[in-house]
């Protein structure tokens, strides 16, 4: 017995569907496979954040100033920013405290004439605080390990005094990019 065309069309459709949905999953599942590291910097970087808003949370109602953190070896990559916009958000996320914008960091910290070392001592400490009105300064180091791992260690600093006030450390997936740095 001959299948007719309709018959064939739907047995090739069904088929045809059945391979679309297969490939939907093997797409969804990759994709998600590729988020993972992400998702689990994000993760890692919010319990930082959550640590470090309970200790700051200590202090009274604050404005907190979330700086770079830099590389321990001066290494350039987009990391230090993207690993201090991550924890401002969460920080700004608690609603307790206030986290001063990045352009007016920045612009403090140009008209201090401050590098981005991540090495504040409290004369430093108090300038940037008095400079923006924040009682309290993030900051910290990034270190780079083997199988392209970070280590973040971050620091909420007094700006009064520069007495640390809470320290936090997660290792996580480099999700960044380092910056060619040209001879």
């Known amino acids: 017995m001959k299948p007719t065309s309709g018959l064939l069309i739907k047995v090739i459709y069904s ?9 939907k999953r093997v797409l969804v599942f990759g994709f998600i496979f590729m988020s993972l590291p992400c998702l689990q910097a994000e993760m890692s970087l919010k319990k930082v954040a959550a640590e470090l808003a309970a200790q ?10 979330v700086l770079a953190l830099p590389h321990h070896d001066n290494h350039k990559s987009d990391g230090p ?60 180091t990034l270190i780079n390990l083997p199988d392209d791992m970070c280590e973040v ?6 700006a009064k005094n520069g007495r640390v ?19």
């Not at 088929?15 to 490939?23: D, E, R, T, V």
């Not at 949370?57 to 907190?64: E, H």
């Open 56 to 65: 700051i949370r200590k202090q009274g109602p604050t404005t907190v100033a």
């Open 165 to 183: 006030i809470a320290a936090e450390r997660t290792t996580l997936e480099r999700t960044w990019k380092d910056k060619r740095v040209l001879n």
């Open 81 to 140: 920013m993207t690993i201090s916009e991550i924890l401002a958000s969460n920080l700004a996320a608690d609603n307790k405290f206030t986290v001063v914008e990045r352009h007016k960091l920045n612009q403090a910290l140009s008209e201090l004439r401050l590098s981005t070392t991540g090495m504040i001592d409290p004369q430093t400490a108090k300038a940037i605080g008095q400079m923006l009105g924040a009682e309290v300064i993030v900051t910290g």
């Open 153 to 158: 260690n971050v620091r909420a600093l007094l």
């Open 15 to 23: 088929y045809a569907s059945k391979a679309l949905n297969s490939m």
